[in-house]
């Protein structure tokens, strides 16, 4: 009896994997690359396309509006570095002229100490040598 009903159950399959009882479109009668769609699906499916390309197309603008932006930036880092180094070399060149100016006036300063000595002694040579020119005058008129 198992085998009756084995032999019953294939002969069943048998009979229903045959192309009488198997799909009546195949392959063959539709072209495997169109696909048919209902007209408002198909409109809605055209606009999602449509929608879809925009947005790459609006993605890679903004991708190539933020490498432009990230060039920018750059360029601007690097003049105010160059800006910021400029600066540095001025306050280094007003710092020295500073320090020049500091030397220049303490020599402006002894030299008008010694100036202020060499009138000094300027004054009293010429009183000495006008008292000895003085007395000098009177011994030989007195004489």
């Not at 009979?15 to 539709?30: G, P, R, W, Y």
């Not at 490498?67 to 001025?90: G, P």
């Not at 100490?113 to 003085?134: D, H, N, P």
Request: hydrophobic residues 40%; proline residues 1%; aromatic residues 4%.
């Amino acid at each position: 009896m198992n085998t009756a009903k084995k032999l019953i159950l294939l002969i069943t399959l048998l009979t229903l994997s045959l192309q009488s009882f198997s799909q009546n479109v195949t392959q063959k009668t539709i072209d495997s690359q169109v696909v048919v769609l209902p007209v408002k699906i198909a409109k809605q499916v055209a606009q999602d396309l449509l929608r879809g390309d925009s947005a790459i197309a609006e993605l890679k603008l903004a991708n190539l509006e933020i490498t432009q932006l990230d060039l920018k930036i750059s360029y601007q880092d690097s003049v105010i570095n160059s800006l910021k180094d400029k600066e540095q070399n001025y306050i280094t060149m007003l710092e020295s002229e500073n320090r020049k100016n500091d030397i220049l006036n303490d020599e402006i300063k002894e030299f008008q100490k010694e100036l202020k000595k060499v009138k000094t002694k300027k004054t009293f040579s010429q009183i000495i040598s006008g008292a000895i020119i003085l007395s000098l005058s009177y011994l030989y008129i007195t004489k």
